[in-house]
């Protein structure tokens, strides 16, 4: 078919009833008014197609009419549309644009392209609302990814695997110092900037990934900068894969974390300096205090002391005591940090062990009131000094912060074949900010709680948990306002073959 001849259409009937059919196109015929000063606005409707009528209601009853007054019917916007195009035509026979316009509460986008002849105008319309907005998405999601990307100061990068195309967001020279280069860069500028020593294993990381089924993934290596020195990255990734499970696109973030990787770095070198401080005093204050403590026994023993002299020297070696425990618990703290506490179980008598621990108290603190209650099997394998310490810790500290006017109750019983242990006291209940930290090393509760177990380091519950652990058992606190402060420790009976030794 022969659309375009030397002076302008041919056969504007075969042509148009082709057209008829042809989706999504629409198509208006005009007869041009050549004798007017406006020939587009006076021209006569001629023809249109069910595509058109659909983007112009009513256009069925528009046959014969004219341009100018079919305008009454479609309001102000689609007059100046028309006289635009009316310019337009005027100084060249063909004319392509893209219209927004209103049609009752919905927008609509369509494409429209005329060409004319000396006689006719032939407009085709399509519908391009959809993609319009498809497109309006994709850059304002294009725009939001750059935001995003400068926002987080992430490299954000999107590997197009069959392609074997990579592009990166706009972020690489600010992060790193150099950008990627122009266009799509191939995976092998990633590649080369990993540090020769972890390489492999974020290759590896990559490779596991991909001929898996997981679709997200995890990695952390050290990344060249421009300068020639090393980020450390955290990257995080998502893999696209098609319906064979074969992936097909990858999407990365990569994060500079060299800050955060210094400062962790920093922390557990000044956390292991001090555990060595702790473990010197620690043992360094071993022989002077208990020369301290003999001296003291000693003195009280000579004849004709007077009661101050003995009440003063009964202090000094309660204090040398108190000392010396918290010079153990400093030594037992540096072991829990480097391997956990070593436990010796042996057969054990829990109750007797209890016993042991309320008589040092009650001979300490004759005021203070401690109950002991017992329930079925109290023997199992345990170490007796650990659990003792663990014990006069949890007694030591029911006497610092409970109420002297309520006892402090230890109830021990046996619970489907493990042993169970719990020391209360009244008072009142802990903070319930400071719960989640109790059992951390260095945290203490009440700070002007009176000092009655030889703690004062924020220690003594940190050394009962990772006793407990040792034996593989659990530790667990209570507290409330009716109820007091519990805490409660689970030991097994039979105590683990792999259990730690010295």
């Not at 085709?124 to 609302?129: G, L, M």
């Not at 020769?196 to 993934?217: C, F, I, K, N, Y």
């Not at 026994?297 to 003063?312: S, V």
Request: one cysteine or more.
């Amino acid at each position: 078919m022969r659309i375009m001849g030397s002076g302008g259409l041919d056969g504007i009937t075969e042509f148009t009833g082709t057209l008829e059919s042809v989706e999504p196109y629409g198509l208006v015929l005009l007869k041009r008014a050549l004798d007017s000063n406006h020939p587009l606005l006076d021209a006569e409707w001629l023809m249109s197609t069910s595509a058109a009528r659909r983007l112009l209601p009513g256009a069925e009853c528009y046959r014969g009419w004219r341009v100018r007054d079919i305008c009454a019917a479609q309001g102000e916007e689609f007059v100046r549309m028309l006289v635009r195009w009316e310019n337009q035509l005027a100084r060249r026979p063909r004319l392509s644009e893209n219209v927004s316009y209103v049609l009752g509460e919905r927008r609509f986008v369509f494409r429209a392209d005329m060409l004319q002849s000396a006689e006719h105008l032939v407009v085709w319309i399509r519908d391009i609302t959809e993609r319009e907005r498809m497109e309006q998405a994709l850059r304002e999601n294009e725009t939001r990814y750059e935001l995003v990307a400068r926002a987080t100061r992430d490299v954000l990068w999107d590997w197009n695997v069959a392609r074997g195309e990579v592009s990166w967001s706009t972020s690489p020279g600010e992060v790193f110092g150099e950008a990627p280069g122009q266009g799509p860069t191939s995976i092998a500028w990633w590649r080369e900037r990993i540090h020769p020593e972890d390489q492999q294993q974020a290759l590896r990381t990559l490779h596991q990934v991909m001929s898996g089924q997981d679709d997200h993934w995890t990695n952390e290596y050290r990344f060249r900068r421009a300068d020639g020195s090393y980020a450390f990255v955290l990257e995080r990734g998502y893999i696209g894969r098609n319906s064979a499970g074969r992936p097909e696109r990858l999407i990365g973030a990569m994060m500079d974390v060299s800050e955060r990787q210094q400062r962790e770095e920093d922390q557990a070198r000044e956390a292991r300096l001090l555990e060595r401080f702790m473990g010197i005093i620690g043992h360094d204050l071993g022989s002077p205090l208990a020369a301290i403590r003999i001296s003291s026994q000693m003195l009280q023993q000579a004849p004709n002391l007077t009661p101050a002299q003995r009440a003063a020297l009964g202090r000094i070696e309660e204090s040398a005591r108190r000392v010396t425990r918290l010079t153990q618990q400093l030594l037992d703290s540096v072991l829990a940090r480097n391997g956990g506490i070593p436990v010796q179980p042996r057969p054990t008598d829990l109750e007797q062990l209890c016993h042991r621990v309320l008589d040092e108290f009650t001979a300490i603190y004759p005021e203070r009131s401690l109950q002991l209650t017992v329930e079925g099997d109290t023997h199992g394998q345990w170490d007796q000094d650990r659990l003792a310490q663990a014990i006069s810790n949890l007694v030591g500290n029911a006497l610092e912060h409970g109420e002297a006017s309520h006892p402090v109750s230890l109830r021990l019983w046996d619970d489907a074949g493990v042993q169970r242990l719990e020391v209360n006291n009244r008072g009142a209940p802990i903070d319930p900010a400071l719960m989640p930290h109790l059992f951390e090393p260095f945290r203490r509760g009440d700070p002007h709680a009176r000092q009655v177990s030889g703690g004062g380091a924020g220690l003594g519950l940190f050394i009962v948990r990772e006793i407990v652990r040792a034996h593989r058992g659990e530790v667990e606190v209570r507290s409330t306002p009716e109820e007091g402060t519990t805490f409660g420790l689970t030991l097994p009976r039979q105590q683990a073959p792999d259990a730690r030794e010295p």
